[in-house]
């Protein structure tokens, strides 16, 4: 490094540099130190290593391989110009002095090497801090805390001053009891004022105070009750009373809290621990809400359905604390009454409480179950049984789930089994399967009376048609909306021969739905079979059943013939007409086209019945099925064949008997005659 502290050089012009010499140039921007100037052309001209290994002491020399020259004598390379302002242009005494004191005041490892008069001296020199006096120089800035001349006098600068984080947080001080008694008694101000809020902020600071307090607890759980926040009122209350057991107003407000939220049988055990006993007007409505709850028990357990229920539960809540939620065994309760009800809205509102508490927890298995109740009674099997394993698997060992998933899953068997047998038409194993299937729930009303109805269509094929009313009419009990029950029973209550019932049921659904094309159909042929009903049963006259073949209604009529001739029973006067009837009848059935007609009714029809008024003008109330028939019977006779209805269309031959009087005695077929 090119030393600045050697003797005093003799001032130079501007002017006289030499060769070697080149001018100290000013940063604009930056000062730096004169020590790591270049100050010829020669150094200029090494690199840094270069210049460090010229720079090293000689022997001899106190410092390096330069000495000093004396004060007479001119340097050579920084010559110190007066009319020069830069800061570092100091006469090398000041150079001297700066550096000394700036040695003193700066740390081993921020010193640079600096000039000693000692030979053996290495200390480092450092930059010299600008004088503030001196003109052009630079202000040097001030250290952190009061200013002191230490350095003037050779010290080293005042530490700065310990700063503390001004974000830290200040310790409050802790409160005293006299501080919580405050708090309670502004707590009280509020409470009076019913500012439960505010109440609630000074008690809580009084419990902070003194938490073992068992006054301050119970003040805020009466600001927590009168704000409507039971549960905070029930913790706080049962803290106070722990720290107070015998005190009779913190057993009477928590007694009042477990009624607000619906649990009766604590609170009554709480009021007998009161000493002396509370008064009757405290107890009463609790009582009365153990009571409704019980009534409602009962007629779960024991009643028929769920309305008598409703109305306990209902009542009950009219005792709950203001903004109280219903307990979960209320609204399961709840649940269970709509189930017993079992029509289409009160399933719909058990389906909305089970949902409502699965919003609350979703693994609840009470809650799963009874939707799954639900959508068994809506007849959705399926989710059912999904809803019943999902309970399971949130408690193994729930015994409800394990119970509705067993008879669903039989039930479900069994229905299956018996719509088998009835597609293969073995209508008695059918019938087996269904009444074995209708013990399994008695309670479940929508598939007992699908159940009833499909065994009463198989006792409707076996002619069972009392039993086949009886199924019918139970199923209508269980779901008085079931259409498909309501058209069995019509006609079982015509094949029985009760065609104006018939009629009458088939009359009542057409006014529930007069869109339905197929009921109005069904009322017609209703009405057509109540008319046939009206006329002579030529079947029952002969005694014979509707599908008698031939040789059948042969032999009944020669019984029946002989039996009520008139001259076997002369003191009969109504022996002839008995045997007149006999005689129509036999002709009648004996004749394929005849009875193909008579049981058709076609008989019974006037073809201008179907067009109203005059014409065509009325439009056609027959139907066309009816019709067609009519017609097709008619295009097929001819040949030797008495045409009826439309004779002008049939062709001749006349009645069978050859022209004699329809209805008279015949004799018997095959040429026999009564003798």
């Known amino acids: 490094m090119v030393n600045f502290f050697g003797s005093k050089s003799p001032k130079k012009s501007k002017t006289t540099t030499s060769d070697d010499e080149t001018p100290p140039q000013p940063q604009p921007h930056r000062s730096r130190s004169p020590l790591k100037k270049s100050s010829s052309s020669r150094s200029s001209g090494k690199t840094k290593d270069e210049q460090h290994h010229s720079r090293k002491p000689e ?24 009319t020069t302002t830069h800061p570092l242009n100091l006469p090398p005494d000041q150079l001297r002095r700066f550096s000394a004191l700036s040695a003193m005041s700066q740390s081993d490892a921020d010193r640079m090497d600096v000039d000693s008069e000692g030979p053996n001296a290495a200390t480092a020199p450092v930059s010299p801090p600008p004088q503030s006096k001196m003109p052009g120089s630079f202000d040097t800035p001030k250290t952190n805390g009061s200013a002191t001349n230490g350095a003037m006098n050779g010290e080293g600068p005042a530490p700065p001053p310990h700063r503390s984080n001004p ?3 200040v310790a409050a001080p802790v409160p005293t009891p006299d501080d919580a008694e405050a708090f309670k008694n502004a707590g009280n101000k509020f409470y009076k004022a019913k500012e439960y809020k505010k ?7 009084a419990v902070e105070a003194s938490p073992s307090s068992a006054t301050y607890l119970s003040n805020r759980a009466a600001a927590y009750m009168a704000n409507g926040q039971y549960i905070s009122a029930l913790d706080d209350c049962t803290r106070a009373d722990e720290l107070d057991p015998q005190n009779p107003k913190i057993l009477l407000r928590l007694a009042r809290i477990y009624t607000s939220l619906g649990r009766p049988q604590e609170a009554l055990n709480t009021f007998g621990r009161i000493n002396p006993p509370p008064s009757a007007k405290d107890v009463a409505p609790t009582k009365a809400m153990l009571q409704h709850i019980e009534v409602a028990e009962d007629a779960l357990k024991n009643g028929t359905t769920g309305s008598m229920a409703l109305h306990a539960l209902d009542q009950a809540e009219k005792l709950l604390g203001f903004g109280a939620t219903r307990p979960r065994k209320w609204q399961l309760m709840k649940g269970e009454a709509y189930l017993k009800m079992g029509n289409v809205n009160a399933l719909g509102d058990a389906q909305n409480i089970a949902m409502s508490l699965l919003r609350n927890n979703n693994q609840d298995p009470e809650a799963l179950v009874l939707r799954g109740r639900a959508l068994y009674a809506q007849g959705d099997n399926d989710k059912a049984i999904q809803h019943f394993r999902q309970a399971l698997s949130c408690d193994p060992d729930y015994k409800d789930a394990v119970k509705y998933l067993r008879m669903v899953q039989k039930l479900d068997r069994m229905k ?5 047998e009835y597609k293969a038409g073995r209508w008695s194993a059918a019938i087996d399967k ?19 109805q499909n065994r009463a269509l198989c006792r409707v094929q076996l002619k069972d048609y009392t039993g086949a009313i009886e199924d019918c009419e139970r199923a209508l009990a269980l779901e008085p909306s079931y259409t498909k029950a309501k058209k069995t029973k019509a006609t079982a209550l015509g094949q029985s021969g ?20 197929g009921i109005a159909k069904e009322v017609r042929k209703a009405e057509l079979e109540l008319k046939k009903s009206k006329r002579k049963d030529y079947y029952k006259i002969l005694g014979v059943d509707k599908d008698a073949d031939e040789n059948a209604i042969k032999k009944a009529y020669r019984k029946a013939a002989i039996i009520h001739h008139p001259d076997k029973n002369p003191d009969d006067e109504h022996a002839a007409e008995r045997f007149k009837d006999i005689g129509e009848s036999y002709e009648t059935l004996s004749d394929p086209e005849k009875r193909a007609r008579y049981d058709s009714g076609e008989d019974l029809m006037d073809p201008m019945d179907g067009f109203g008024g005059g014409g065509m003008g009325g439009g056609m109330s027959i139907d066309p099925e009816i019709l067609m028939q009519m017609f097709g019977a008619q295009m097929g006779g001819g040949g030797g064949r ?9 062709g001749g031959g006349g009645m069978p008997g050859q022209g004699q009087r329809r209805g ?11 003798q």
Do not use: C, M
């Not at 088939?506 to 529930?512: V, Y």
């Open 199 to 205: 109440a609630i902020e000074e008690y809580t600071k």
């Open 416 to 420: 299956t089994e018996g719509n088998t």
């Open 498 to 517: 009760n065609w104006e019932a018939a009629v009458r049921e088939l009359k009542e659904l057409q006014e529930q739905d007069p869109q339905d094309a």
């Open 434 to 452: 269904y009444t074995t299937a209708l013990d399994v729930d008695p309670l479940n009303k929508g598939t007992n009376s699908k159940l009833l």
């Open 642 to 650: 008495g045409g009826g209805g439309f004779h002008s269309f049939g």
């Open 167 to 169: 974000t830290s947080p």
């Open 59 to 82: 022997q001899g020399s106190p410092r390096n391989s330069r000495s000093f020259p004396k004060s007479g004598t001119s340097s050579p390379r920084h010559p110190f110009d007066p």
């Open 664 to 674: 008279a005695p015949q004799g018997f077929p095959g040429g026999f005659s009564f």
